[in-house]
């Protein structure tokens, strides 16, 4: 008995059922002392089925120190994406079949910016991960002046609309 209470309250942590049957993964975050529960459908009636999404979804999150809510977003997008789709990772992009209609100087340059901003990243980072916050995070690692910071973000902007992604 005692195990069953403890499955049914591990279960209500992250597992939860609709009317329908189908099984929402949910989780509890704390943020500036607002209390968060963002939720993604699993799209799934079957428990066991629903256990092992959810337990992938927890792991990701659980390997982030603090995560945030943009974070707890961000691997929800990225989980969706790989439902529909294989998630296209960074660092599997190759940006020069993106640039052959530019100059050599300007492919280069290009090139170099996305290439720093990748390897900034984590190698698990994937095209529809990638946030606002993952920029930043990019910016304090450049030792620049402002005006060629600046240029850097346009070039990364243009790389990202490029491979068809908006950041």
Request: glycine letters at 2%; one cysteine or more; hydrophobic letters at 35%.
């Amino acid at each position: 008995m005692l195990s069953n209470q403890r499955l049914s309250s591990r279960k209500s942590l992250y597992l939860i059922t609709s009317r329908t049957g189908v099984f929402t993964f949910r989780w509890n975050l704390r943020v500036n002392g607002k209390h968060h529960q963002p939720t993604l459908s699993l799209k799934t009636r079957d428990y066991l089925q629903a256990v092992k999404l959810a337990s992938e979804i927890a792991i990701r999150i659980q390997q982030i120190t603090l995560p945030t809510l943009e974070d707890i977003k961000s691997i929800y997008s990225d989980f969706k994406g790989s439902q529909s789709k294989k998630a296209l990772l960074l660092q599997s992009i190759d940006i020069s079949n993106h640039l052959t209609d530019l100059s050599i100087k300007s492919q280069t340059e290009y090139r170099n910016c996305w290439n720093s901003f990748v390897s900034a990243l984590s190698v698990s980072t994937t095209l529809d991960s990638v946030r606002q916050s993952h920029i930043e995070q990019w910016k304090k690692t450049q030792t620049c002046s402002l005006t060629t910071m600046k240029k850097k973000l346009r070039l990364l902007s243009s790389c990202f609309g490029r491979v068809g992604h908006k950041v």
